[in-house]
């Protein structure tokens, strides 16, 4: 009995969470960034579902294979800048990188005080 596309990605990343939960245990320092590539995963299989496109037909598009995209879907690796563009390209989205301080400069302390 073959299951539905959906369905199946769906138990893939139920998988992909459950190894991202087994390896937070075994390196919590890691999380932080497990966590940005299980985003990132979720959003790539997000856009390609709505675009109704294969992992196949989004690798052609991209210059990728399917086992490439399954991978980055799977959350498992870090992706590269340069594949994430194509990725975006190929979806017809924007790819935002946004560096973000999470505490305040030295800089910012100083015109701080002065105010």
């Known amino acids: 009995m073959r299951q539905e596309p959906r369905k199946r990605k769906r138990d893939g990343a139920a998988r992909a969470l ?7 245990l075994e390196r919590p320092e890691a999380l932080e960034f497990d966590g940005y590539y ?3 995963a ?3 299989t997000d856009q390609r579902l709505a675009r109704e496109l294969s992992q196949k037909e989004l690798g052609e598009l991209c210059g990728t294979t399917q086992s490439a995209i399954a991978r980055l879907e799977a959350g ?3 992706p590269r800048v340069d594949t994430l563009l194509r990725i975006a390209n190929a ?3 924007v ?4 560096l973000r301080p999470r505490t305040r400069t030295s800089k910012e302390e100083r015109d ?3 105010s």
Not at 18 to 24: I, S
Not at 95 to 98: A, F, P, T
Request: proline fraction near 0%.
């Open 18 to 24: 459950e190894r991202l939960r087994e390896r937070a």
């Open 38 to 40: 299980a985003d990132i």
């Open 42 to 44: 979720q959003q790539v």
């Open 76 to 78: 498992e690796r870090a």
């Open 91 to 93: 979806l017809d989205c």
């Open 95 to 98: 790819l935002e990188i946004e």
């Open 112 to 114: 701080g005080d002065k």
